[in-house]
């Protein structure tokens, strides 16, 4: 039986400028459960492509829906509200407020009477940050840094959870650490759509990666064969396979 389509998008156009547009029509979806990484070169559009979903960049063309639900047009704050999730690379925590600060700023968007709850069930899943709630944001290492940002984002219980570039100037121990992590999360059931650079780490633990090049899907695949895939230096390296060069 397949899964139901937890978020897809149809011929998405997006970015900064009406007629410079960074996502070229994009067709893309993910199934509920299911973590996608998304895979490109540096310039390909890939966080552009997940901030117009998040509603953080302006839409100019194409569709987001949340299962059946068009939410296009909804305001960031309306999108998580309806279930979706966004952690940004920079600028996803408050530095000068306490890790329980954090939590509970997170937690207003939800009735009150679910907040404590919410905050005790993220604590559950992150007992390290459970440890130190009035320790200030600041003082966390980068790996706790990104793993108070997924906390923040988890109170709501999101349907979908986007990370864009979680591993971004972490060591690999860490970045080990936070992919793990979110393989859990992704266990437990939440859909997640990870933006990537290291290749390797995402697709480790990824079930699928789409490949974006000059804002536009251009290939697709398994993770546990797209490592290997020959097409994969090709557009995401600009190698051409052996053999494919000009004479």
């Given at each position: 039986?397949?899964?139901?389509?937890?978020?897809?998008?149809?011929?998405?156009?997006?970015?900064?400028?009406?007629?410079?547009?960074?996502?070229?029509?994009?067709?893309?979806?993910?199934?509920?459960?299911?973590?996608?990484?998304?895979?490109?070169?540096?310039?390909?559009?890939?966080?552009?492509?997940?901030?117009a979903i998040?509603?953080?960049?302006?839409?100019?063309?194409?569709?987001?829906?949340?299962?059946?639900?068009?939410?296009?047009?909804?305001?960031?704050?309306?999108?998580?509200?309806?279930?979706?999730a966004f952690?940004?690379?920079?600028?996803?925590?408050?530095?000068?407020?306490?890790?329980?600060?954090?939590?509970?700023?997170?937690?207003?968007?939800?009735?009150?009477?679910?907040?404590?709850?919410?905050?005790?069930?993220?604590?559950?899943?992150?007992?390290?940050?459970?440890?130190?709630?009035?320790?200030?944001?600041?003082?966390?290492?980068?790996?706790?840094?990104?793993?108070?940002?997924?906390?923040?984002?988890?109170?709501?219980?999101?349907?979908?959870?986007?990370?864009?570039?979680?591993?971004?100037?972490?060591?690999?121990?860490?970045?080990?650490?936070?992919?793990?992590n979110l393989?859990?999360?992704?266990?437990?059931?939440?859909?997640?759509?990870?933006?990537?650079?290291?290749?390797?780490?995402?697709?480790?633990?990824?079930?699928?990666?789409?490949?974006?090049?000059?804002?536009?899907?251009?290939?697709?695949?398994?993770?546990?064969?797209?490592?290997?895939?020959?097409?994969?230096?090709?557009?995401?390296?600009?190698?051409?396979?052996?053999?494919?060069?000009?004479?």
């Amino acid at each position: 039986m397949t899964a139901a389509t937890a978020l897809s998008t149809r011929g998405l156009i997006a970015g900064y400028e009406r007629d410079l547009p960074i996502v070229r029509g994009i067709d893309f979806a993910v199934a509920q459960g299911e973590l996608v990484v998304v895979l490109g070169p540096n310039g390909a559009g890939k966080s552009t492509f997940v901030k117009a979903i998040a509603g953080i960049v302006p839409v100019f063309g194409g569709s987001v829906a949340l299962g059946a639900q068009d939410i296009t047009s909804l305001a960031p704050h309306q999108k998580i509200a309806h279930g979706l999730a966004f952690v940004p690379q920079t600028e996803n925590i408050f530095a000068t407020l306490t890790i329980a600060e954090n939590l509970e700023l997170a937690a207003d968007i939800l009735p009150r009477h679910l907040r404590r709850q919410r905050i005790g069930a993220v604590e559950a899943m992150f007992p390290d940050l459970a440890k130190r709630p009035a320790l200030r944001a600041g003082q966390l290492s980068g790996g706790q840094r990104q793993m108070l940002a997924v906390a923040r984002a988890l109170i709501v219980e999101p349907k979908v959870l986007i990370l864009d570039e979680p591993s971004a100037g972490l060591s690999p121990r860490i970045v080990g650490e936070v992919f793990a992590n979110l393989k859990a999360i992704n266990e437990r059931g939440v859909t997640i759509i990870l933006v990537e650079q290291n290749v390797k780490a995402a697709l480790a633990i990824a079930h699928r990666g789409v490949v974006l090049v000059e804002g536009r899907l251009r290939h697709e695949g398994p993770a546990a064969t797209l490592g290997n895939d020959p097409l994969i230096a090709e557009l995401y390296l600009g190698v051409k396979p052996a053999g494919g060069g000009q004479p």
